[in-house]
Nanobody
């Protein structure tokens, strides 16, 4: 059974940083395209960043230069380092694992950026 468990969310002030983790069981993250998505209140879920099985990373324009996605194969965990956070980054952040037509989602972790 595949499980993706996100952690690391919380309340942070504007300009601050958080590091999200996505711990996977039932899959090997290095074989999957792993991604982070987010859903703000009243908005649709949107892609944030991804890392392919080969290690290639991709970022949406609104996080380029501020967020970094990485992977620790030994821990079977994917991370999202988020810097220079602003109020628009407030959302539930979800981890996603995709291999061909197989798609798995975590339950999300809430990030609130507020003073």
């Amino acid at each position: 059974q595949v499980q993706l468990v996100e952690s690391g969310g919380g309340l942070v002030q504007p300009g601050g940083s958080l590091k999200l983790s996505c711990a996977a069981t039932g899959i090997t993250v290095s074989l999957y395209r792993m991604g982070w998505y987010r859903q703000a209140p009243g908005k649709q879920r949107e892609a944030v960043a991804s890392i392919s099985s080969s290690g290639m990373t991709n970022y949406e324009d609104f996080v380029k230069g501020r967020f970094t996605i990485s992977r620790d194969n030994a821990k079977n965990t994917v991370y999202l380092q988020m810097n220079t956070l602003n109020a628009e980054d407030t959302a539930v952040y979800f981890c996603n694992a995709q291999l061909y037509s197989l798609i798995n989602w975590g339950k999300g972790t809430l990030v609130t950026v507020s003073s």
